[in-house]
């Protein structure tokens, strides 16, 4: 069974910067990608970023230049380096692992952003 487990929300002032963490239970290069979703209160989940197999990164369209993706394989890491927030990316942050058919989930890092 794929276990991940989050780490690195906090609370943080707009402007600021947080790197999350996710410590994935076996090899990195087992999955088809790796990613970040948020969910905000009374909201649906979302997507955030994701890093495929070959290294390829997509982003949503709210977060592109602010966020980075990237992943440290010998660590079976994967972390989302987060920088100018703003209040809108106040939510509880997932880490995922794609293994088709499918796609395993973490508890879930809370992450504040105050104004």
């Known amino acids: 069974q794929v276990q991940l487990a989050e780490s690195g929300g906090g609370l943080v002032q707009a402007g600021g910067s947080l790197t999350l963490s996710c410590a994935a239970s076996?090899?990195?290069?087992?999955?088809?990608?790796m990613g970040w979703y948020r969910q905000a209160p009374g909201k649906q989940r979302e997507f955030v970023a994701r890093?495929?197999?070959?290294?390829?990164?997509n982003y949503a369209d709210s977060v592109k230049g602010r966020f980075t993706i990237f992943r440290d394989n010998a660590k079976n890491m994967v972390y989302l380096q987060m920088n100018s927030l703003k209040p809108e990316d106040t939510g509880v942050y997932y880490c995922?692992?794609?293994?088709?058919?499918?796609?395993?989930w973490g508890q879930g890092t809370q992450v504040t952003v105050s104004s």
């Open positions: 995922s692992a794609e293994k088709s058919p499918l796609m395993y």
């Open positions: 076996e090899s990195i290069f087992n999955f088809k990608s």
């Open positions: 890093i495929i197999s070959g290294g390829r990164t």
